[in-house]
């Protein structure tokens, strides 16, 4: 690809044993090619692809004990104490029939105290991310108005849902058909485990999506230039997930990744000798990478990207209208999907304002939101303004999106944002025709 007579510094070479092509490196930008059978490096399905299966109940009706049996492990402090579980315990494991879960266990909905009731707000902030819900009930003494109260949380929110009777070695029990959502089980001595697996996987199943980050707007044999910036606020010794994510369906798709940095875009373009099919940047170095790039090569982001793949990207872009028309003083939500270290130049809390303050010229109220975090009560923010969502699983992208638009409250993204106080929103679609057509409107 690059000629020796054109390499300007030493290069460097390794390969990845046998399933991997080449890497060449010349100085920091990586050329990342694909032979059948790669698997990328990633350790783990990420947490927001993986089915969410979440155990819920009053306290010492046995959840954290059914969690253990179902997973074959002591994942949960199991304790005659009521109340031992205080926070949602989430583990990410390979179940089958199922494939690659999150497993959620979670405090008892009958928790009493201020303490409690703080419990009762985690649980069911559970319920916005939990594809599938497992209600454990002591089969010693039934149901009560709180096992009532959660079946009816489960059917407003849609999520399918399966009954577990547990202590079946001390009951007399009354077996139920295969439609039943109610199963005897006994966490103690291991009877009836398989077959509620057998029930969560059956209303586990799930339509495949068709979505892809990138990989259905590439041919095989393509190029895509991904611009990573490495400054202070990048994480150390690794890319983060999206750039992870977006560089293996580069890889599906039988195209190549050239990985650089912001600063060395400009001089890879040149000496790639062939056009590359697009140019993915993170949002931060959106006007720099604007300028470095050729305007006949499409460009967008990762945040722009992920918008798409999550289903978020057409409300996105009618939501950032509304910077144009806050006045003076209004409130701006500002929330990311995970928790992380605060730098100095942190892009949520710093860069985000600085921007919206440059391109409006007007002062605005601030407020956070992070991880599981995200207000019931909206009406009080002129705008939301999200990250991309890598780290949130579908369901709960969707549970945030459909809270601001009940409330009516327009809701961006990072990238959509960025890219408009930029003046390059336009460009940034180009890829999406169908999207772009919404600036028309």
């Given amino acids: ?53 979440g155990f819920f109940g009053r306290r010492n009706a046995g959840k954290s004990s059914v969690v253990n049996a179902v997973t074959g492990q002591s994942l949960a402090i199991v304790s005659p104490v009521k109340g031992t579980t205080t926070d949602p315990v989430y583990k990410t494991m390979e179940l089958l029939p199922m494939g690659p879960v999150m497993i959620i266990d979670t405090p008892g909905i009958d928790d009493e105290g201020s303490l409690g009731e703080e419990r009762i707000k985690k649980t069911k902030q559970v319920l916005n991310k939990t594809d599938v819900a497992v209600l454990v009930v002591d089969g010693a003494v039934g149901m009560d108005s709180k096992d009532e109260e959660l079946i009816k949380l489960f059917e407003a929110k849609k999520i399918p849902y399966v009954i577990a009777l547990n202590k079946s070695d001390v009951c007399a029990v009354c077996p139920y058909g295969a439609d039943d959502p109610r199963i005897w089980v006994s966490a103690k001595e291991g009877v009836g485990i398989y077959d509620l697996k057998e029930k969560i996987a059956r209303l586990a199943v799930k339509e495949v999506s068709e979505r892809r980050i990138v990989a259905d707007l590439v041919q095989p044999g393509d190029f895509i230039v991904l611009v990573v910036p490495i400054d202070s606020a990048a994480p150390k010794g690794r890319l983060i997930l999206p750039q992870q994510q977006t560089i293996r369906d580069i890889l599906e798709a039988d195209a190549a990744s050239i990985v650089v940095k912001d600063s060395e875009l400009k001089e890879t373009l040149d000496s790639l000798g062939k056009k590359p099919r697009m140019v993915i940047t993170d949002s931060q170095a ?53 928790t992380h270290h605060r730098q100095c130049d942190d892009i949520g809390t710093v860069k985000i304002p ?70 390059i929103l336009r460009r940034s679609l180009e890829p999406f025709p169908d999207i772009l057509k919404l600036l028309e409107e």
């Fill in 354 to 423: 600085r921007w919206i303050e440059e391109y409006t010229g007007k002062h605005f109220q601030y407020e956070w939101s992070s991880g599981t975090e995200f207000p019931e009560n909206l009406r009080e923010y002129g705008l939301i303004i999200h990250c991309g969502g890598c780290m949130l699983n579908e369901r709960e992208m969707k549970y945030r999106q459909k809270c601001a638009g009940a409330q009516e409250i327009p809701m961006t993204n990072y990238g959509i944002l960025i890219a408009h106080t930029q003046g």
């Fill in 286 to 338: 959106f006007r720099s990478v604007s300028e470095d790039t050729p305007e006949d090569i499409l460009l967008t982001s990762f945040s722009i990207l992920f918008a798409r793949y999550k289903g978020s990207l057409e409300p996105a872009v009618q939501g950032v209208r509304m910077l144009d028309k806050l006045k003076e003083g209004d409130k701006i939500l500002i929330s990311e999907g995970c």
């Fill in 1 to 53: 690809m690059f000629s020796k007579e054109n390499r300007t510094r030493p290069p460097s070479w390794f390969c990845c044993r046998k399933h991997l092509l080449v890497f060449e490196a010349l100085g920091n930008t990586v050329i990342v090619g694909r032979k059948e059978g790669y698997q990328m490096g990633m350790n783990q399905t990420p947490a927001a692809n993986r089915i969410h299966i």
